[in-house]
């Protein structure tokens, strides 16, 4: 399997070169190069074609992050962590981490894994409590059906039939859920739905 190509990220010129030194000689990657971000972020990405991004969160405010490249975040703090989620990170470390676990998660990441740091996941219990409270108390009985529905496989014609209303309203439903759960997609809808045990599979 050839390596995956890494882009590094940090607005402190030091913060790149120290990741670019630290990953340097890791197996599974190569560094096809170093930014600040920014405006020039997206040029960037079309010139280095990256497969997964190092980024450093620094101290700012959450940049906006590429959709289609998966990122790992380094964290100063487990403050950070729901901040960088949100913003759609799909690694989540401390930047104490050593070279060979983030190497590790780069390459995880840039595989399709979801990674996270295991002292960052106490940010997220409180947080899917909240969610969940706020999920139950905001979805209808109706949208609650079309859930279930959807969390069966059901597409929107066969969920009408099977609660007697219109293709339309089906589709109304599919978005206020999806607006709700805070998510992209259907699937993203019934995941998120079942970890907040909203719906049994």
């Given at each position: 399997m050839p390596d995956l190509k890494l882009l590094i990220v940090a607005e402190n010129p030091l913060a790149r070169m120290g990741l670019a030194a630290l990953l340097a000689h890791q197996d599974g990657l190569t560094i096809a190069g170093q930014t600040s971000g920014g405006a020039s972020l997206s040029d960037e990405l079309d010139l280095y074609q990256p497969d997964v991004i190092a980024w450093d969160w620094g101290w700012g405010s959450a940049p906006d992050l590429p959709p289609d490249v998966p990122v790992v975040a380094l964290l100063k703090d487990t403050q950070q962590a729901l901040d960088?989620?949100?913003?759609?990170?799909?690694g989540l470390l401390l930047g104490s981490t050593d070279a060979d676990s983030l190497a590790a998660a780069l390459i995880a990441a840039g595989?399709?894994?979801?990674?996270?740091?295991?002292?960052l996941?106490?940010?997220?219990?409180?947080?899917?409590?909240r969610q969940k409270d706020a999920a139950v108390d905001t979805l209808t009985p109706r949208e609650r059906e079309v859930l279930q529905l959807l969390a069966e496989g059901l597409p929107n014609k066969s969920i009408a039939r099977r609660l007697s209303i219109t293709d339309h309203t089906v589709k109304f439903h599919v978005n206020a859920i999806m607006s709700k759960l805070g998510v992209q997609s259907r699937t993203e809808a019934v995941v998120r739905a079942?970890?907040?045990g909203l719906i049994l599979l």
């Open positions: 960088a989620w949100a913003a759609g990170a799909r595989q399709g894994l979801a990674v996270m740091e295991p002292g996941t106490s940010a997220f219990s409180a947080l899917d409590l079942t970890r907040l």
